[in-house]
């Protein structure tokens, strides 16, 4: 309380201009008193208008008074500068950039606290006072503080413009409605603002409503992302089991197969060692026989050599050497090849499932496919054709939605996005994501049907790159085009192309549309970007047109 007392204190005994303690004070005939210097500059300023006025109660004097220092006040003056209350208001108490400042203070302005319409100008608080006590200020228009107090002010004839007028739409004071306005509809501006105000009101309860809807389907949002985290956690958990589960099995498979083998082998090296054995004692006893025929044959008593010769055993039959049966490194081949066949097999149903792997997990999240041609067009997409992009002998109509082939060259400006003058095509100027269709009637032969990167070559024809898929429609029949590949396709020769696209789940279809829609080609790839629909017309006289599906729903 000490402290709002000293503040209080300072104020009483600050200058209202320079917004200091008192130096040198005056008392003029109104009462107030001020800085002497403060309100000698003041004073100058209204010399030429002969008539000087106090800056709080703006009474006026005539002549200009003289000034005497007021002998009590500069005493009291003092005093609180040796109390050290002399300290100026808080910085929070002067005007920023983005105040509305004070119209009376000089110096450092304040803040405005309200503005008045009747003066027009800003005053701070000190410098308001004057209007609550002065009776001929209470009767004026207090505002908040603004900085436009012109606008509401009449420029041609300085009044406060407090009249609407609904002919002309704008803001009028009521001298205004004696001429220019004369005869308009006019009516109190207040009672507009009343109306407009419940305008306002019942378009903040629209947005509110909507940012209720909103945050909802956001919170439902988050409960889908937190349901699509858990489901992919458990996929990749299960994908992980099960994975884990046929490594298993194939080094258990793995393992029985070494163990067969090097049970084989030990069988078949016992066996082979046993007759290398046996054969080998064979040997060892033919030796000592054929020693002791040597040992015969260097016998000079022939009566003697005669004599031992019947003796010797007849030479037996080898009784081992009809099972040996050697295939040099031919053993266990069939083996090898056995489990090389398992590994192509394996490698042809990875192959031929592992596509269906791939559509379950784009499909997971994804809606099923349209079955009708009610269906696709719930999907329509509005199409233009970009004029940027053009090939300068394409020629466009019907709001950009018909694009034609002809001898002369166009007078297209030149752009890095347009297609040379040796590749007839043309993308489109909406860029294509989620789920889109849309339908182009063709006209004549050699017209292509479309979609394409953005970016792609323009030196290129459509299907030419791994950026682009073309479906070439001719008078006998249709082939795909993509990636330098071409396919035949076969279907009803129609002059209407339906396209299809699923962006995410990376699916392109086109359909034959006459009285029946049948599926011509259909592509199950990952589109990376963005993709633009595209038209090549091959031949001269040819056309394609976007058709308006709208009006088909």
Not at 291 to 301: C, G, N, R, W, Y
Not at 426 to 448: F, H, K, P
Not at 542 to 550: G, P, Q, V
Request: charged content about 25%.
């Amino acid at each position: 309380m000490a402290e709002r007392g000293d503040h209080l204190n300072k104020e009483k005994f600050s200058c209202c201009i320079c917004l200091d303690l008192l130096t040198d004070p005056v008392t003029i005939p109104c009462g107030h008193s001020y800085c002497m210097n403060c309100i000698k500059h003041h004073w100058d300023e209204e010399d030429q208008r002969r008539i000087h006025s106090c800056p709080q109660c703006r009474k006026e004097f005539i002549p200009r008074p003289n000034l005497e220092k007021n002998i009590m006040l500069s005493e009291l003056v003092e005093e609180l500068k040796k109390t050290g209350l002399q300290s100026p208001p808080d910085d929070h108490c002067y005007a920023g950039p983005d105040d509305v400042s004070c119209d009376v203070c000089t110096g450092r302005k304040r803040k405005a606290v309200r503005s008045c319409l009747s003066c027009p100008a800003s005053y701070c608080r000190d410098h308001l006072q004057p209007h609550y006590d002065v009776p001929g200020l209470k009767k004026h228009k207090l505002v908040d503080p603004s900085k436009n107090l012109q606008q509401r002010i009449c420029s041609r004839h300085d009044e406060v413009m407090k009249i609407f007028c609904r002919t002309d739409q704008q803001c009028i004071c009521y001298l205004c409605t004696m001429d220019e306005h004369k005869g308009h509809e006019t009516v109190p501006a207040a009672a507009v603002r009343a109306e407009k105000q419940k305008e306002l009101q019942e378009s903040r309860q629209q947005i509110q409503q909507r940012i209720q809807d909103q945050e909802k389907d956001v919170k439902l949002l988050q409960q889908e992302v937190i349901i699509i985290n858990v489901s992919a956690d458990k996929a990749v958990e299960d994908s992980e089991k099960i994975f884990t589960e046929l490594i298993r099995l194939l080094q258990e498979r793995s393992s029985d197969v070494k163990q067969q083998i090097r049970s084989q082998q030990e069988t078949e090296v016992s066996r082979v060692k046993d007759v290398q054995e046996k054969l080998q004692q064979e040997i060892t006893e033919l030796k000592r026989k054929d020693a002791e025929l040597e040992q015969l044959s260097h016998t000079e008593d022939h009566n003697q050599f005669l004599l031992n010769y019947p003796s010797l055993p007849a030479l037996s039959e080898s009784t081992h050497s009809s099972s040996i049966n050697i295939c040099p490194l031919r053993h266990f081949e069939d083996v090898a090849a056995a489990v090389s066949e398992l590994r192509d097999k394996l490698q042809d149903v990875l192959r031929d499932t592992w596509r269906n792997v791939e559509l379950a997990i784009t499909e997971a999240l994804s809606e099923p496919e349209p079955k009708t041609r009610a269906g696709f067009l719930k999907y329509s997409q509005e199409m233009t054709l970009n004029p940027n992009t053009a090939n300068r002998f394409l020629l466009l109509s019907e709001g950009n939605r018909k694009v034609e082939s002809n001898h002369e060259l166009q007078p297209y400006s030149i752009n890095p996005d347009r297609f040379s003058d040796f590749f007839s095509q043309i993308l489109s100027t909406e860029s294509l994501t989620g789920r889109c269709y849309w339908e182009a009637e063709l006209r004549g032969r050699g017209v292509a049907v479309a979609v394409s990167n953005r970016n792609i070559s323009r030196t290129e024809a459509f299907g030419s790159n791994d950026k682009s898929w073309s479906l070439y429609c001719d008078l006998d029949g249709y082939i795909f085009h993509h990636n330098h590949i071409l396919t035949p396709v076969s279907g009803p020769v129609s002059s209407r192309i339906g396209v299809y696209l699923d962006h995410r789940a990376g699916i392109l279809c086109f359909y034959s549309i006459s009285e029946t829609m049948t599926l011509l080609h259909r592509v199950q790839t990952r589109f990376t970007q963005p993709l633009h629909a595209g038209v090549g017309i091959y031949y001269y006289g040819s056309s394609a047109e976007f058709i308006n599906l709208d009006s088909q729903q």
